[in-house]
């Protein structure tokens, strides 16, 4: 077996694994455990869309988080309008004008803010990207309209032709067929010539340059196009949570996010789903035994930067293999 | 994974057969983070309620089950969404912070359990949001610092500086205040809270005392309570800008304060629906075996905790059940139990209709600085919102 | 405008300013010698907090407290450097903020293991409890003072180690230029070590300083590690001066944004919504001035020379 049908193999199993069993257990009287999927499914579309410009482009952003609380705000403010009145030609719960608003939103935000981040490079590149995500925090913090700190409840889902997102089993069906579909749009970018692009002047910026492309725009588009993707996942994951708040774009969220692509395997196509699963469900377990869960857990995340490299992705299929 | 599954599966019929004989309690509160240390006072208290009670509601076994909410809103309605779900409990109850309370009460009603506030009383909860499956045994937000507005008046301040932290109680807190308080107020603060609150005054006090004021109100829970007042103390405040406070000299920042002997604080004086020396059995049992167990004085926290555990094993003893909700429901009300403030009422939204005395700082008898009730500010106080409460 | 109000915000701010500058001055040299990021810093700067307060209630001292407390504080860096940093320097920055990230976990729940979540109130000795009454109008509590005063001497103790000891060309030879160093017979690991254990004491050293007047308490640096990266970045990665200017230009913007924003807003807005957001905008002020900054000079305002 090649490895290339191995890890293929293992995708599709993998992506199986996590379409049967949640759906098993919400019908055997384990309704938490489909909750714990969806969230997974989720975040798994906001590590797809940061593994795109980070494992592919070595573009390391530390302020994902804010992509991902500002669709949910996209979902939840329309929403709140609609029950509360003010600013009518916002107010609706249709998610067919919240989620594109949300997608919308988020592109616009990674277009301006990525321009002036692609300015810089290394670790000036890491802080500008969470100082713009600190800054949204603040924003949204001092917006009382909208909760400030204390959040926002959302009372109503998106509404959507065909699916009820208030039922937990189709809104984890969206979402999971919502994830499929990141993966796959991010497989397909990274295999045109736009990805390949991407992933040169990841090893080699200079000779891009000098094969004659504009760097600057071609990660400019890739860091559009991931905010987008990851505020999608925002909007779901509002419609998931039903709550919302600033706390959603701490950088410590960002960190997580970052922390899912590199345990899971940065430039995969399945790292990303991986990593989510793995830091979802070894949270879950850690933190239902103990309330200093965290120990263990920052100890494990130091093990895998320091003895781990590659992710799990590269400890599944073994040493010796560069990732695609 | 299959391993995982069938483990799953066997815990899921196992709490099934469980289910008709035990009494399962969430108790949602802060575990971690500076604010564990209140939550480590409600969850002493709580398990002292099901020592005194044998660990019996009736003939039904008490289990409770703590949930930490990280002091986010956010992480708090995950901690519920489990306990309802996968814990599959019969009451949540717990939470000292409003915003938390707020976020995760719809997952609570929406499953068709009950909801017992030990602590927080959020405006909208009292008033439009209000349900007949939540009840509180603490007060609605507004009410303490209602009765230090009233006290305020009686002692004739009559400029005042107002300082919170920037989340839904510290806007109640503010609120009430307003409410009663009838000189001025000339400045207000609202400064950022939760896991990474601000912690360093300067500023703010010195706009404080710039202003002029008669007197400054705070409210700061928790750790910036002790870290307000010694900068209070610090800044040498106390003879030009006395300090009126609420929620924030409690039996968590007096052992701290002793320790630093930051006297500054003796003779300071706050509002309180309850405190520890107040006279009645339920209290002094509750009082001794707390020193007794945890070797310090339990905080309001842990007596409305305490409570809301008694009220909780009152209702299931008379029902006999956890099935019946509508007896369940009915049982709650009447509200059956020996209070450790005495007597025990719930009003039309089902918040307590009780007394609030002003208490201040002392020395007991054996060295240890505490409060004693100095006075009744109010009595069988109504909060402002029941009326909006329509069920 | 208040004039005596205004001096005393600023001498809030400048306060403020020196305790980042503290911190960040850490930072930027484990930054900038060893090229190292360390999200980590912030919790060094907890422990520094959490050691001082024991040890000021076992030798019922505070200045002993913290004689004692600050190499205690380098020995952790020290441990950090040889187990954390030491394995991750070949590695790339991502890697470094994702171990040190994992660290913080890691260091957060041991002070919480050890010292209980309730936090420590450290007690000041008498001569620096009072105020100190600059004309009728400026009263600025003592310890305040102390801790500019400290911050101050803690920077020009830095300028001149780095600029006029050995230790300090063989810092600013070591940053340049590795090899030659080792050639030269320098054991360039020790002197890494050193290095993080100096950046460690100085972020110990802020934490003691706070903590008479918030308290040592988990998390405490967190609060301030985002802060101190916004300093050295809009200072330039490495520059000692421009951690000195960023710190003081971020500690007067917070405070000042914090005192007087707020009237500002007031103008134009109700006086509820001013009241709410002028902290949030002040928060969000730091933000914006270090994106500016980037945008225009992408290498911070005062980009070390030597690289």
């Known amino acids: 077996m090649t490895s290339m049908t191995r890890r293929g193999w293992m995708t599709v199993a993998v992506m199986a694994l996590l379409a049967i069993l949640p759906p098993v257990f ?248 991986l990593g989510s699963i793995a830091f979802i469900v070894v949270e879950e377990i850690l933190s239902s035994f103990t309330i200093y869960w965290h120990l263990p857990f920052g100890l494990m995340l130091m093990a895998v930067v320091l003895y781990a490299r590659g992710g799990l992705v590269g400890l599944l299929r073994g040493r010796g293999e560069d990732a695609e | 994974m299959k391993k995982f599954l069938t483990l799953t599966l066997a815990a899921g019929l196992m709490s099934t057969a469980a289910w008709a004989e035990t009494v399962k309690i969430g108790f949602v509160t802060t575990l971690t983070t500076g604010a564990a240390v209140i939550g480590k006072d409600m969850q002493n208290s709580v398990n002292l309620a099901v020592e005194h009670l044998g660990g019996k509601a009736g003939d039904l076994d008490l289990e409770v089950i703590f949930a930490d909410d990280g002091f986010a809103p956010e992480t708090g309605k995950q901690a519920t969404d489990k306990l309802v779900k996968q814990d599959d409990v019969d009451f949540v109850a717990g939470y000292i912070w409003s915003h938390v309370l707020l976020a995760s009460r719809k997952s ?23 349900d007949q499956d939540f009840f509180s045994t603490s007060w609605q937000n507004d009410q303490t610092p209602m009765a230090m507005g009233e006290v305020l008046n009686r002692q004739g301040v009559k400029s005042l500086y107002v300082m919170a932290p920037n989340y839904a109680a510290g806007k109640d807190m503010v609120a009430g205040v307003e409410r009663t308080f009838k000189g001025e107020i000339v400045g207000k603060d609202l400064t950022k809270w939760g896991a990474d609150a601000q912690l360093d005054f300067s500023a703010e006090l010195a706009k404080a005392k710039a202003s002029g004021a008669d007197g400054i109100f705070v409210f700061y829970p928790g750790a910036a309570g002790g870290a307000f007042i010694k900068q209070y103390d610090q800044a040498g405040l106390k003879d030009t800008l006395p300090l009126y406070s609420v929620f924030t000299v409690d039996a968590l920042s007096l052992p701290k304060l002793q320790a630093a002997n930051l006297t500054g604080v003796m003779g300071s004086r706050t509002t309180q629906e309850w405190d520890p020396s107040l006279d009645n059995a339920a209290n002094k049992k509750f009082v001794t075996d707390y020193k007794a167990k945890y070797g310090a004085y339990p905080s309001y926290y842990g007596a409305q905790s305490y409570d809301a555990i008694m009220l909780i094993a009152s209702a299931v003893a008379k029902v006999g059940n956890t099935t019946d909700k509508d007896a369940l429901r009915a049982a709650l009300k009447e509200a059956d139990f020996e209070s450790v403030r005495g007597k025990f009422k719930f009003g039309s939204n089902n918040f307590p209709i009780e007394n609030f005395y002003l208490r201040e700082v002392v020395t007991d008898a054996d060295g240890t600085w505490t409060t004693k009730v100095v006075e009744t500010v109010f009595e069988d106080h109504i909060d402002s919102y029941a009326a909006e409460c329509k069920m | 405008m208040d004039l005596s109000l205004l001096i005393i915000q600023a001498l809030n701010g400048v306060q403020l300013g020196l305790l980042l500058f503290l ?132 920077a020009a103790g830095l300028f001149w180690l780095v600029n006029y000891t050995r230790l300090g060309m063989l810092i600013r030879a070591g940053a340049s ?49 985002i802060t101190a990266f916004v300093v050295i970045i809009v200072g330039g990665i490495g520059s000692m001066k421009g951690a000195f200017i960023g710190a003081l230009l971020i500690g007067l913007i917070d405070t000042l944004g914090r005192s007087f924003l707020d009237d500002l807003f007031k103008v134009f807005m109700s006086s509820d919504a001013a009241e709410t957001s002028a902290p949030a905008v002040s928060a969000m002020l730091i933000y914006i001035i270090m994106a500016l900054v980037l945008s225009l000079r992408p290498q911070g305002l005062f980009p070390p020379r030597t690289r």
Request: charged residues 10%.
């Open chain 1, 26 to 273: 919400y019908l055997t009287g384990n309704p938490f455990y489909l909750d714990l999927a969806t969230r997974l499914s989720i975040l798994g579309i906001a590590a797809v869309s940061l593994n795109l410009i980070l494992g592919y482009g070595g573009l390391v952003s530390f302020g994902h988080a804010a992509f991902v609380g500002l669709g949910a705000y996209a979902v939840g403010i329309p929403a709140h309008h609609w029950l509360y009145g003010g600013m009518d030609f916002l107010a609706t719960t249709s998610g067919l004008v919240q989620i594109p608003l949300a997608v919308a939103v988020c592109a616009l935000f990674a277009l301006v803010t990525g321009a002036v981040c692609l300015r810089t490079k290394g670790v000036y590149f890491i802080m500008i990207t969470m100082a713009f995500a600190q800054m949204i925090y603040y924003l949204i913090v001092s917006i009382e309209e909208y909760g400030g700190d204390d959040g926002l409840v959302i009372d109503t889902r998106s509404e959507l032709p065909f699916v009820n997102l208030d039922n937990p089993l189709q809104l984890f069906g969206f979402s999971y067929v919502a994830l499929l579909v990141a993966m796959g749009l991010v497989r397909m970018i990274t295999r045109s010539r736009f990805g390949m692009v991407l992933k040169g002047a990841k090893g080699n910026e200079e000779r891009m340059v000098t094969l004659g492309f504009n760097v600057y725009a071609y990660r400019l588009t890739a860091y559009v196009i991931s905010g987008a993707m990851c505020g999608f996942a925002g909007a779901l994951l509002g419609n998931f949570t039903t709550f919302i708040s600033p706390e959603m774009m701490d950088w410590s969220r960002s960190g997580e996010l970052m922390f899912m692509v590199i345990l899971g395997g940065a430039a995969t196509t399945l790292g990303p789903i």
């Open chain 2, 108 to 130: 609570v009603l929406d499953a068709g359990k009950f909801l017992i506030s030990a602590n927080a009383g959020p405006s909208q909860i009292a008033g439009k949001l209000c």
């Open chain 3, 177 to 225: 230029n590795r090899t030659m160093v080792s050639a030269l017979g320098i054991d360039i690991q020790t002197l890494f070590a050193l290095v993080f254990a100096l950046g460690a004491m100085l972020a110990g050293l802020a934490g003691m300083l706070i903590a008479p007047i918030t308290e040592a308490s988990i998390g405490m640096g967190n609060n301030i590690i």
């Open chain 3, 23 to 154: 911190v960040a001055s850490g930072l930027t040299l484990v930054f900038g010698i060893l090229d190292f990021v360390n999200l980590a810093h912030g919790s060094l700067y907890m422990l520094g907090a959490f050691l001082c307060a024991s040890l000021t209630f076992v030798f019922g001292n505070f200045v002993l407290a913290v004689l004692v407390a600050l190499p205690l504080t380098g020995v952790i860096g020290f441990l950090v450097e040889r187990f954390v940093a030491r394995p991750l320097y070949a590695r790339d920055h991502l890697d470094h903020v994702l171990g040190t990230f994992g660290l913080i976990l890691v260091l957060d729940t041991l002070a919480h293991l050890i010292w209980g979540p309730a936090g420590i109130a450290v007690p000041l000795p008498e001569w620096l409890q009072g105020q100190v009454a600059l004309s009728e109008t400026l009263v600025i509590p003592s310890f305040r003072l102390v801790i500019i005063g400290a911050g101050l001497s803690a």
